[in-house]
Structure formats: structure tokens, C-alpha cells
């Protein structure tokens, strides 16, 4: 039986996971001055917490749902908020959201009502707001089409010496004149190639270069921002959940699954658990954005375990077929994954060490400044040997145990019920 919950009351449960409270506390002042006709019941999940400090300094009244030291893999701390806000809606009705806590509310409380209203008319058991601001993706993944955006730049503004080895670098790529509508255009792993480049146009003599070199240190917008919905669209349950509408409490029930491989976690279990309520019928939705992402910098910003549980998570997504998984596409789309995240990591550092001269010769930054490409340099060839040193084979049993403790799961599972 499908329980659209929106129809009991104005009431908005909340649930994140978060390791900084002053982040958190951001997010829901936000909800709460945006919608003023909504009652907001808050929870959240406290973790990294290595000290004992006032946990109590939340705008409103907040509900703990636990505060742990350890940071859990995502998988888990996504499972805890989901399993906790099942049991407040069912006993208090309403809506809920499942949120990053790097968000702020941006959409307007009238705006908000209409999207429910063709949300409940549409039957919507879930729903995936889209996130303006800065892209929710691995940093590594928003430096490199930028990057070449402003070479190609520099190469055709500048005719003097100064610029002749960013000019010998762009007379290898094929660039497109071509304007591309992609919603990937944000996302070097489906943008950045040396044909058919896309480029975007960027006036050099505005770029505040500390500001440019500062938001590629932690992965946020640049040259590039990312392309947002307009309208309600069916979704496919291949979004990301990083601001989950849930209208139906029964779609909770389906959790969020991931690989294990080694001493880390595949990301993207949020993708599992909507693919998995789209094969059992739930309807599923995307809207424009509601929230606004505010990246900086996290615990995890600089961890090379990051941006190789993407990886994995997305081969993972990617490999499923309905209700199942196919190993083959699995074990390539990881191959074909890490490749392509090696040639992106070898052209970003090749691409900010031409910049960085530039710069310099020009008398465009300082010190301090030069300092940060060369940290993200470091960090690239880290990173790039961390990609070098996956065992694939490892990686393939890891599938391998995935399939069959899913399959368990599932069989021990058959009992529970879902609404169809």
C-alpha cells in the first residue's frame, strides 16, 4: 500500500551525518528561515567527535542520534539516519529529507509548496533535488576541464614568449567549437579529452588568480558550474542522493549497499538503494534544486580513499542490470575508470606546473600561492600511485562477496514486505 506521508501535516524530519556541528547548525538555520510554515524536526549523527565539548549549539532543538569518534563508512552512516528517520515518520507523519550537511537551504518556501504539490500529484514515492553551487563529486574531477579552459585562454589572449609552452600544450587538443548540453559538463571524467575538447570561454583579465587557485585546492566551481534541472523529470534511481525528498516511508526500506575492498568502503551506496526502489516500483523523481552545495575543506577531502571508493561505487551502479550485477561489466568499468583517472590526474599536474610558471613570470601570485599548485601536484602523484597500486583481482573477489552477502541479505529478507 503506497502511504504518500505529505499528506499528514507540515512537518519536515530531517536526518544528516556530520563531523563538524557549526556546519550542520548552518544548514538547518537555513531550512528554518526559508520555511517558516514547516515545522522542522532535526536529527542527526555525530561522528568524529574525539573530544568532549557542548554538543548543544544547534539553532533549534536537535535530536542526537548517536555521536561516535570513529568516522563510519558512508554506507553505514547513511543506513543509521535512513533506519531513524523510518521510525520519525512513522510516528510522526510528514515528510523527510536524508541531507548532506554542506548544504543550505536556497529554495523559496512557495516554491518548495508547488514542487510538492506536482510531486504528490505525480505519486512520487522519492525524490533527488539537483544541487546548484559547487559540483558533489571528487575533487579530482573538477580541476582538469577547468584547467584547460583557462590555457586555452591564456593561448589565445597572449602572443608573447611568456605563453609559448601553454601555446605548444593547446595545439595538441582538438577544440570544439561546438556548444555541448550535457548535464556531465561539470565533471572532468566525461568531459576532459584531447578531441573534440568542449571548451568554455574565459576572460583571463578577471580572474582573481589566489580566489582560481584556491577553489581548485578544494574542488570547487570555477570556470565551469553545474548544470541544473528546471522542471520535475522522472528519474532512473542513477542520481545521486545527496538531498533525498522521501514522500513514501516505505521506500526507507530499502537500504544502501556497498563493496568492501580492503580497509575501504565503495561510495555511492545512496545509488544502490534507488536503483534497488526502482526495481521494486517505487516512482522516483528529480527536481530542480532546492539546497545549495558549499564545499571546503573536510576530513576526507585530501584522502586518496575518497576518490577510489567513487570509483568503485560507480563501476559498481553502473554494472547493474535491474535486480542484478554483472561482473564482467564490473570489472571493466573499473579498469576503464581508473585509466581514465590516471590520464586526468598526469594532464591536471602537467597543465597547473605550465600555469604555475605563467603566473609567476607574470607576477600573478606570490609565494604562498605557487606553494598551493605545487601541494596539488604532490597530491596527484600520491594519488595516481595509490590508483596504480589497486589490485584488480582483490577488487574482482571483493565484487565477488559483494554478490553473495547481498544475496544472503536478500533471501533473509524475503519475508519483509514492500510496497509496490
Known amino acids: 500500500m503506497r502511504r504518500i506521508a505529505m499528506q499528514s501535516n507540515n512537518i519536515i524530519n530531517v536526518v544528516l551525518a556530520s563531523a563538524d556541528i557549526d556546519v550542520a547548525n548552518s544548514l538547518l538555520k537555513s531550512m528554518h528561515q ?34 561516535v569518534t570513529y568516522y563510519p563508512p558512508i554506507v553505514d552512516s547513511r543506513n543509521i539516519c535512513q533506519a531513524h528517520l523510518r521510525r520519525k515518520m512513522n510516528e510522526f507523519g510528514g515528510i523527510g529529507f536524508i541531507l548532506d550537511d554542506d548544504l543550505s537551504w536556497t529554495l523559496p518556501e512557495n516554491e518548495f509548496i ?19 553551487g559547487d559540483s558533489p563529486i571528487p575533487k579530482e574531477y573538477t580541476r582538469t576541464s577547468p584547467l584547460l579552459d583557462v590555457l586555452i585562454a591564456i593561448a589565445v ?5 611568456k605563453a609559448m609552452k601553454i601555446k605548444e600544450y593547446v595545439t595538441k587538443v582538438d577544440i570544439s567549437e561546438k556548444i555541448e548540453s550535457n548535464i556531465n559538463t561539470h565533471h572532468d571524467f566525461y568531459t576532459f579529452t584531447h578531441k573534440k575538447f568542449h571548451k568554455y570561454d574565459v ?22 558550474t553545474t548544470p541544473t534541472p528546471i522542471t520535475i523529470t522522472p528519474a532512473k534511481g542513477r542520481e545521486r542522493g545527496g538531498a533525498t525528498l522521501i514522500l513514501n516511508v516505505d521506500v526507507l ?32 523523481f528529480n527536481t530542480p534544486p532546492m539546497l545549495k552545495h558549499l564545499r571546503d575543506e573536510a576530513f576526507d577531502t585530501h584522502d586518496s580513499k575518497k576518490l577510489i571508493g567513487d570509483i568503485l561505487g560507480y563501476a ?26 590516471k590520464f586526468l590526474l598526469m594532464e591536471s599536474s602537467k597543465m597547473m606546473e605550465l600555469l604555475d610558471l605563467w603566473l609567476k613570470n607574470n607576477n600573478y601570485i606570490e609565494l604562498d ?36 552477502n547481498r544475496i544472503n541479505y536478500l533471501k533473509s529478507d524475503e519475508s519483509t514486505e514492500l510496497a509496490c
Not at 589572449?157 to 614568449?161: K, P, T
Not at 534507488?274 to 526495481?279: C, E, G
Not at 535491474?322 to 579498469?335: E, L, Q, R
Request: net charge positive.
Open 34 to 67: 526559508a520555511l517558516p510554515s514547516f515545522e522542522i524536526k532535526a536529527s542527526i549523527l555525530l561522528f568524529g567527535i574525539t573530544e568532549p565539548r557542548k554538543i548543544y549549539q544547534f539553532c533549534r532543538p536537535v535530536e542526537i542520534i548517536d555521536i
Open 114 to 132: 508547488t514542487v510538492l504539490e506536482k510531486l504528490k500529484k505525480a505519486g512520487c514515492d522519492m525524490a533527488f533535488s539537483a544541487l546548484s
Open 157 to 161: 589572449q597572449y602572443n608573447d614568449s
Open 203 to 224: 576572460d583571463i583579465a578577471t580572474i582573481n588568480w589566489h580566489d582560481f587557485i584556491n577553489r581548485l585546492v578544494k574542488g570547487k566551481s570555477t570556470t565551469r
Open 253 to 284: 526500506l530499502c537500504k544502501n549497499d556497498a563493496m568492501r575492498y580492503l580497509n575501504l568502503y565503495s561510495r555511492r551506496s545512496d545509488m544502490i538503494m534507488a536503483t534497488d526502489a526502482a526495481n521494486y516500483n517505487f516512482k522516483l
Open 316 to 341: 559498481l551502479v553502473e554494472s547493474k542490470e535491474g535486480a542484478n550485477f554483472c561482473a564482467k561489466k564490473f570489472a571493466t568499468n573499473v579498469s576503464q575508470r581508473i585509466e581514465h583517472t
Open 369 to 404: 600561492v605557487s606553494s598551493l599548485v605545487k601541494s596539488m601536484i604532490a597530491e596527484n602523484e600520491k594519488t595516481y600511485l595509490a590508483l596504480t597500486s589497486i589490485d584488480l583481482g582483490v577488487v574482482n573477489q571483493s565484487f565477488n562477496t559483494f554478490i553473495y
